[in-house]
């Protein structure tokens, strides 16, 4: 079965970058689909953050493209989030997801704190 | 970016009575394809999003039949026939036609 697993720091200082690693069990990155990572805030607002797809291309969220970068590890079936120059409207519950017929899988959340 | 709008933003529903969800976007969402881009998620408590419907009507694996998605080309409709103690949580309609996919705000079921 398909499974991520979200990782990294629950705490963040404002302006510092926001690491997270999803890996990724029961299928290959390279196969197919796409490999995505969402945003839940507080009160419960959902925003799609970008994808890496089975080639390595990205598409990003052009709110956030300036300041984000998603990349990948192949050869541990992983992929990545990069977000710059964070500040507290970055707190949010962090998922990594596959984008299948809609969004199948999903990790279990990294809830992430952006706070001095 | 297409807007998604949910109704009501919550809802309490007795159990064995059946309850609707009600989603509209600023555009189309019918592709040239023939196929509709809304999906369905439900969050439980404690839990991660899960996929409930995709392309309008179309049930996902695993997901009770009591569950059904219907709709037009901007509004749509998630019915849930006799409601459970599981269906607990927080709905949400989303599209996948343009980029950036978008979700609703989201409508919270509880139980009466």
């Known amino acids: 079965e398909v499974q991520l697993q979200e990782s990294g720091p629950g705490l963040v200082k404002p302006s510092q970058s926001l690491s997270l690693t999803c890996s990724v069990t029961?299928?290959?990155?390279?196969?197919?689909?796409?490999w995505n990572w969402i945003r839940k805030f507080p009160g419960n607002k959902l925003e799609w953050m970008g994808y890496i797809n089975s080639a390595g291309s990205t598409n990003y969220n052009p709110s956030l493209k300036s300041r984000i970068s998603i990349t990948r590890d192949t050869s541990k079936n992983q992929f990545f989030l990069q977000v710059n120059s964070v500040t507290t409207e970055d707190t949010a519950t962090y998922y990594c997801a596959r984008l299948g017929r809609g969004v199948d899988y999903w990790g279990q959340g990294v809830m992430v704190t952006v706070s001095s | 970016d297409i807007v998604m709008t949910q109704a009501p933003l919550s809802v309490s529903v007795t159990p064995g009575e059946s309850a609707s969800i009600s989603c509209r976007s600023s555009k189309s969402l019918l592709h040239s394809n023939g196929i509709t881009y809304v999906y369905w998620y439900l969050q439980k408590p404690g839990k991660s999003p899960q996929l409930l419907i995709y392309?309008?009507?179309n049930l996902a694996s695993g997901v009770p039949d009591r569950f059904s998605g219907s709709g037009s080309e901007t509004d749509f409709t998630l019915k849930i026939s006799r409601v459970e103690a599981e269906d607990v949580g927080i709905y949400y309609c989303g599209q996948l036609l343009e980029n950036p996919p978008t979700f609703g705000a989201g409508t919270k079921l509880e139980l009466k």
């Open positions: 392309r309008m009507s």
């Open positions: 029961g299928y290959s990155i390279t196969s197919s689909y796409r």
